[in-house]
């Protein structure tokens, strides 16, 4: 769904007269906000808070505040929250807006109607808003309230506590909001399965998430000297971080990487290997192109001879960007709905 229907929902209320339109004395925090949600035409300048370095760099390129954690002992007199998917995610959001909002202030969420936006109302209401007001427009549903004494604030630091980082069952810390942030994506698995020739030297993982195929490689592959794991969203790079300590050699090099790999890469070939499970969605969408820009920037990252090793789901049109990027490209196997390549330079 095009970023600009939530939009349109999400500051319908002040348009409508339903809220009093901010104005740059409204102290204003935009949790998960994106320079698409936020319409050009409006004059005050909310703080962002984002997990995205694409979207942080966007918003601080257009001269807005931006923060990646909430500032600690600050109050808002107006908190928007667009709406992440993922169930416990939401409710943390929630948590977390009320945290920062002042007594009296208003928190506004918003979410497509199909990506949890129908829970919006219910959610407000068990965080303990006596007067919850909602809006349904552009395929989205808002919901509104002012905070009062009334709120519910054990279970809300309740919501707070269940969306921290912490141990999965699959073995690895992550927290949700993660893609597959409690289990092992089968993509990766298959990849992690059908690697088998021998990494050296020095490698890297783009978009390496909570670093389920960074912890198999320094497992698995004796002869990598330093690893380098890529992602945009800094929650990824803190669990990754925190994955990979330990694992391996005392000897190799590992480091982490808060960027943004949809912009060009320009610091030249820098590694021997790369694998990669590319991310495919933006939001509730599906965006080919991310993809893309991952096969073109390994490119570039890689040396003479170097190897890209890379899973991705059958129906997703790679092919034709690897045979234009590499000199050599083999398509390993074909399996349960996923395709794994190595790509040779």
Request: a neutral charge; hydrophobic letters at 40%.
């Amino acid at each position: 769904m095009p970023e600009t229907d939530l939009s349109e929902a999400l500051f319908h209320p002040f348009q409508s007269g339903d809220l009093p339109f901010p104005t740059h004395r409204t102290r204003t925090l935009f949790l998960r906000g994106t320079m698409g949600l936020f319409p050009a035409s409006l004059s005050f300048s909310p703080v962002f808070q984002n997990f995205s370095r694409r979207e942080t760099d966007r918003i601080a390129q257009a001269g807005h505040s931006i923060v990646d954690q909430i500032p600690p002992d600050t109050v808002f007199d107006l908190v928007i929250i667009s709406m992440p998917r993922q169930a416990e995610d939401a409710r943390r959001a929630i948590a977390n807006g009320i945290g920062a909002l002042a007594e009296g202030g208003t928190i506004l969420c918003g979410a497509p109607k199909t990506a949890g936006g129908m829970r919006l109302a219910g959610m407000l209401k068990d965080a303990g808003f006596t007067d919850v007001k909602i809006d349904s427009r552009a395929h989205c549903r808002i919901a509104w309230a002012r905070k009062t004494d009334a709120l519910d604030m054990p279970r809300i630091e309740g919501w707070k506590q269940a969306g921290v980082v912490r141990m999965t069952p699959s073995g690895f810390f992550s927290c949700p909001g993660l893609f597959g942030w409690d289990k092992v994506d089968p993509g990766s698995t298959l990849l992690s399965e059908y690697l088998s020739a021998p990494l050296k030297g020095a490698g890297a993982d783009f978009g390496c998430g909570y670093g389920f195929l960074s912890a198999h490689l320094l497992r698995t592959q004796p002869g990598i000297d330093s690893l380098l794991a890529i992602d945009d969203d800094s929650r990824a790079v803190a669990c990754c971080a925190q994955n990979i300590r330990d694992l391996g050699r005392t000897t190799t090099h590992r480091e982490t990487a808060w960027r943004d790999l949809s912009a060009p890469w320009n610091e030249g070939p820098s590694f021997e290997w790369i694998v990669m499970n590319p991310p495919f969605h933006e939001g509730s969408a599906t965006d080919v192109a991310l993809g893309q820009c991952f096969i073109l920037n390994a490119a570039a990252a890689l040396k003479p001879e170097g190897s890209l090793w890379m899973v991705a789901n059958t129906h997703l049109p790679y092919a034709d960007v690897l045979k234009n990027s590499f000199r050599h490209v083999e398509k390993i196997i074909q399996k349960n709905g996923f395709q794994v390549f190595r790509a040779r330079k």
